[in-house]
């Protein structure tokens, strides 16, 4: 069964920490993205990457970057964590082959505090 | 610029009927679509799908319709089941672009009602 997963379901860190959100996914996809879930604002995108040590930003990079040393691993960093950042955070990836979609993680919840 | 709208934040539908969730877009580069699913605390799973060449696709009770003239597309339910409340994303994408990206709706919250 193939699989996105992120490293922790739930997180509380405090105002001004430094956050690691991670990825992982075993499909070979050259793709991998992260967004975040807020109530009526849908899924932004706040960065993706196209191939190892390749990064673009998304619609709202802001406050975030991210790390794609492996193939197989995307990582989002809060370089200073915000209450405005409490969100859900989604990691996805997809084939550049194209069709089908996106497989998704099953998210993190980060709580700043 | 929203390229993809669902102007529906929400829906309620009774067990049993259809439920009909609606999509525009904006962008005539976009030839593919999709239909993701998501339960809270859950990352979205893909639902349905539709190319542009194509004005109909059928899965089991869920069934997604295509009018490119108009920019829109549409998810229908048949029957709705309360398993089916979630939160509902069109989404869109230009094959031809190198590098296969989404475009998502803001989602449309379905509740179905026993």
């Known amino acids: 069964d193939v699989k996105v997963t992120q490293s922790s379901r739930y997180l509380v860190k405090r105002t001004g920490e430094k956050v690691f959100l991670e990825c992982v996914q075993d499909m070979d996809h050259e793709n991998m993205f992260w967004y975040r879930q807020d109530p009526g604002l849908g899924l932004r995108l706040i960065y993706f990457s196209y191939d190892v040590k390749m990064k673009e930003k998304g619609d709202i990079p802001e406050g975030y970057s991210v790390s794609r ?3 197989e691993r995307f990582s989002l960093i809060l370089e200073s964590a ?3 950042q409490t969100s859900m ?4 990836s997809s084939s550049q082959r194209g069709g089908g979609g996106y497989t998704f993680g099953s998210g993190t919840r980060l709580t700043v505090v | 610029d929203q390229q993809v709208k669902q102007n ?3 829906l309620s539908v009774q067990e ?8 525009d877009y904006t962008n005539s580069m976009f030839d593919y679509f999709l239909w993701y699913k998501k339960y809270p605390a859950e990352g979205p799973t893909f639902l349905i799908s539709i190319s542009s060449i194509k004005d109909k696709n059928e899965d ?14 549409s998810l229908h339910i048949v ?3 309360p398993g089916d409340s979630a939160v509902y994303f069109c989404a869109a994408a230009y094959s031809g672009a190198g590098s296969y990206q989404l475009t998502f709706g803001k989602g449309t919250k379905l509740s179905v009602i026993p």
């Open chain 2, 16 to 23: 049993g009927r259809i439920s009909i969730l609606n999509c």
């Open chain 1, 82 to 84: 915000s209450t405005n």
């Open chain 1, 89 to 92: 955070y989604l990691c996805a």
């Open chain 1, 69 to 71: 040393e492996k193939k």
């Open chain 2, 60 to 73: 089991g009770r869920f069934t997604v319709f295509l009018n490119k003239s108009a920019k829109h597309l």
């Open chain 2, 79 to 81: 029957p709705s089941q």
């Open chain 2, 8 to 10: 529906s934040p929400s």
